[in-house]
């Protein structure tokens, strides 16, 4: 199981769950020769798996924290859920498999859009999605997860959210920088953790079982999913398919892509679970290029598969463990406009463990994990390239009545970078029944990746080359809110933040219009978010963010690329009296540049956009159907995310999901 600070968890992940103090560590320590490094890991891996667990099993009746044992097992309601994000020192949203599924999203990119805070578009590569939590221009040092273990490798960096089925979703965790340590490196822009769906109890009354979603709109998109529930006696079975096709504007923007999936629950020995979670994805699409260097003729073609193994249990009467291994293999083929092509085949495997101990005064606690994995790189350009990566690190937490008090230290190590030290640390602080403040800092360091080092691993290579003298950044993070209540019906957060990055990697382009990865002695970005969810009503829901940051190249005294001034979002939700589910949206963003010069005609102009959705429930007998029409860029607004890709206009997308 995989219990985090400050995360909304199911009520089956919450076994064993005391008080919510703990401290947790990622990771391991690495020595100078590969071979003692692995053995020093594995020792450490095997110990924690042995070791006792975590300040989460509790055996009295209730607690502070809203925990009831219930089956020997330790569940949590929704508002406590919530309570305990809440009072965390880390800022964390969430979304939740109801909020999923009655949004009626079509794929990860427009949940986490639907974040307050969150912003997510699609790369102007034909692959990949460009994601920014509270303002960051930097989508690369973004972390994502899996169950916990991370699914961006440290070689590549892309972010493939489209690879993984939303059917297979149970939640989506979101943090903000700076992130605590024990989530593992890559994270200093903020976090993604995406908790995959366990199947419901066999014995769940009018429980669904199947899925069907059918979706079509403008630009030639059409898409298919499938999802299926296989209960057996002693094991439950998720199966899930799609499959997507899409034409877009511009020339060569057409996109084919599909996906298998299946999370398989073994049967569970004692309090020990298993699972087995295996996922494939392909595409092939077309690599436009900028309007200002157009390639009508490249193209790509993606396959990404993984396979994880997952034994979770308890340990004594006061312990859990968590000991997961996991594989990834990536293969890129990218033909160039003249037809020089390609092949990036990237293979990562690795071994995660969590466990912990806590006092049984549950005031204080700490959690242990161990992290060894291996990148395998081979490409046609470049040649061939391993990396190591491990890390060890301690993260605590201490409860002082009103005031709650983290604090963690991480030592990572990369085989082709040496060590890096990483620490966070934070204070949440009771103002009241319904007001607290949250002080955060932070300290982590940016390994460049495969593709920043040597050639792209997405995007076409007619657009980027890689830089092999590049140098980690150094970066440090600090964050300061005050969280308000006004009674059950909303919140407002106000965070003032600040990141200093030192030899911050940026693009710079030639003259032969090829962007190269070069590193900038120092930069700084600030700024001041405010976040307001307000629900008046049974039927209607209000959330609003607002960011106000700048920023500065210290080199050359310019904005960092692709770091607006502003961002404002507000979505409404209405529910009409004909059980008619309405989300309006309105998206502004100020302009900004993208080269780091910021020259006026790279210049990227502010733009504001509207959205519409509305979905209808429709009565069937035996099974459950909605109908929804998404309206995106209702005013057609011309305007582009990344310099030199224009969004597609307004378009429509209709469809219709049935469950039985």
Same mark, same amino acid.
């Given at each position: 199981m995989d219990i985090s600070p400050g995360v909304a968890r199911s009520e089956s992940e919450w076994i064993g769950l005391r008080n919510g103090m703990y401290f947790k560590i990622a990771g391991d320590d690495r020595m100078k020769a590969w071979l003692k490094t692995h053995a020093i890991m594995m020792a450490m891996v095997w110990v924690s798996s042995l070791g006792t667990g975590t300040a989460f099993a509790q055996h009295n009746p209730t607690s502070d924290h809203g925990i009831v044992v219930l089956s020997d097992e330790m569940v949590v309601t929704a508002k406590r859920i919530q309570d305990y994000i809440q009072n965390n020192p880390q800022q964390v949203s969430v979304m939740t498999r109801d909020q999923i599924k009655q949004g009626s999203y079509t794929d990860l990119n427009q949940v986490l859009s639907a974040i307050p805070g969150v912003e997510v578009k699609k790369s102007g590569s034909g692959f990949g999605s460009r994601i920014s939590i509270r303002g960051s221009g930097d989508s690369g040092k973004i972390l994502v997860l899996i169950n916990g273990r991370p699914v961006n490798s440290t070689q590549y960096g892309v972010v493939d959210l489209d690879s993984i089925p939303l059917d297979m979703v149970a939640r989506v965790d979101v943090f903000k920088p700076p992130v605590p340590v024990w989530l593992g490196p890559g994270g200093t822009a903020g976090a993604i953790n995406i908790v995959?769906?366990?199947?419901?109890?066999? &014995?769940?009354? =009018?429980?669904?079982?199947? +899925?069907?979603?059918?979706?079509?709109?403008?630009?030639?998109?059409?898409?298919?999913?499938?999802?299926?529930?296989?209960?057996?006696?002693?094991?439950?079975?998720?199966?899930?398919? *799609?499959?997507?096709?899409?034409?877009?504007?511009?020339? #060569?923007?057409?996109?084919?892509?599909?996906?298998?999936?299946?999370?398989?629950?073994?049967?569970?020995?004692?309090?020990?679970?298993?699972?087995?979670?295996? !996922?494939?994805?392909?595409?092939?699409?077309? *690599?436009?290029?900028?309007?200002?260097?157009?390639?009508?003729?490249?193209?790509?073609?993606?396959?990404?598969?993984?396979?994880?193994? +997952?034994?979770?249990?308890?340990?004594?009467?006061?312990?859990?463990? &968590?000991?997961?291994?996991?594989?990834?293999?990536?293969?890129?083929?990218?033909?160039?406009?003249?037809?020089?092509?390609?092949?990036?085949?990237?293979?990562?495997?690795?071994?995660? #463990?969590?466990?912990?101990? *806590?006092?049984?005064?549950?005031?204080?606690?700490?959690?242990?994990?161990?992290?060894?994995? $291996?990148?395998?790189?081979?490409?046609?350009?470049?040649?061939?390239?391993?990396?190591?990566?491990?890390?060890?690190?301690?993260? =605590?937490?201490?409860?002082?009545?009103?005031?709650?008090?983290?604090?963690?230290?991480?030592?990572?190590?990369?085989?082709?970078?040496?060590?890096?030290?990483?620490?966070?640390?934070?204070?949440?602080?009771?103002?009241?029944?319904?007001?607290?403040?949250?002080? #955060?800092?932070?300290?982590?360091?940016?390994?460049?990746?495969?593709? $920043?080092?040597?050639?792209?691993?997405?995007?076409?290579? &007619?657009?980027?080359?890689?830089?092999?003298?590049?140098?980690?950044?150094?970066?440090?993070?600090?964050?300061? =809110?005050?969280?308000?209540?006004? *009674?059950?019906?909303?919140?407002?957060?106000?965070?003032?933040?600040?990141?200093?990055?030192?030899?911050?990697?940026?693009? $710079?382009?030639?003259?032969? +219009?090829?962007? +190269?990865?070069?590193?900038?002695?120092?930069?700084? !970005?600030?700024?001041?978010?405010?976040?307001?969810?307000?629900?008046?009503?049974s039927t209607a829901s209000l959330d609003l963010s607002y960011l106000f940051q700048t920023s500065r190249n210290r080199d050359n005294d310019q904005e960092l690329t692709y770091t607006p001034e502003h961002k404002f979002k507000i979505t409404l939700n209405w529910t009409l009296p004909t059980k008619t589910r309405t989300e309006t949206s309105v998206t502004s963003i100020s302009s900004h540049y993208s080269d780091i010069e910021n020259t006026s005609e790279k210049k990227v102009d502010g733009y504001t956009t509207l959205d519409l959705k509305i979905i209808q429930p429709v009565g069937f007998p035996k099974c459950q159907t909605e109908l929804f029409v998404y309206l995106e860029n209702l005013l057609d607004e011309a305007y582009e995310v990344h310099y030199g890709y224009p969004d597609d206009g307004f378009r429509v997308t209709a469809g219709l999901n049935i469950d039985f």
């Open positions: 995959l769906a366990n199947p419901a109890p066999k &014995d769940q009354e =009018g429980q669904k079982n199947t +899925r069907i979603g059918v979706t079509g709109g403008s630009f030639g998109k059409a898409g298919l999913t499938l999802s299926r529930l296989i209960a057996m006696e002693a094991q439950q079975l998720r199966l899930a398919a *799609s499959g997507n096709h899409e034409d877009g504007r511009r020339t #060569n923007s057409d996109s084919d892509s599909g996906s298998m999936s299946f999370q398989w629950d073994l049967p569970s020995q004692d309090t020990t679970t298993y699972d087995i979670n295996g !996922r494939y994805f392909q595409s092939e699409h077309g *690599s436009p290029g900028p309007t200002y260097h157009p390639t009508p003729d490249a193209r790509q073609s993606y396959q990404k598969s993984a396979l994880d193994f +997952r034994m979770q249990g308890l340990c004594g009467e006061a312990g859990d463990y &968590d000991l997961k291994t996991y594989l990834d293999f990536t293969r890129l083929e990218d033909e160039s406009q003249f037809g020089l092509t390609s092949t990036l085949d990237a293979l990562t495997f690795g071994i995660k #463990n969590e466990t912990g101990w *806590s006092a049984d005064d549950n005031q204080w606690g700490f959690r242990l994990s161990g992290n060894l994995a $291996q990148d395998r790189i081979d490409h046609t350009l470049s040649g061939n390239h391993n990396r190591e990566n491990a890390s060890l690190g301690l993260q =605590g937490d201490k409860d002082f009545d009103s005031v709650t008090a983290s604090m963690g230290a991480r030592c990572d190590y990369t085989s082709d970078f040496n060590f890096q030290p990483a620490a966070s640390g934070g204070l949440s602080i009771n103002l009241g029944s319904r007001s607290r403040a949250k002080i #955060n800092a932070g300290y982590a360091v940016n390994v460049p990746t495969f593709g $920043q080092l040597y050639q792209p691993s997405h995007g076409s290579i &007619d657009q980027v080359r890689g830089n092999p003298d590049l140098e980690e950044e150094s970066v440090w993070t600090v964050a300061a =809110g005050i969280n308000h209540r006004f *009674s059950d019906k909303g919140s407002v957060e106000v965070t003032l933040f600040r990141e200093d990055t030192d030899d911050k990697i940026a693009y $710079q382009e030639g003259a032969d +219009r090829i962007k +190269r990865p070069v590193n900038v002695d120092g930069a700084y !970005r600030q700024g001041i978010e405010t976040v307001m969810n307000w629900k008046p009503t």
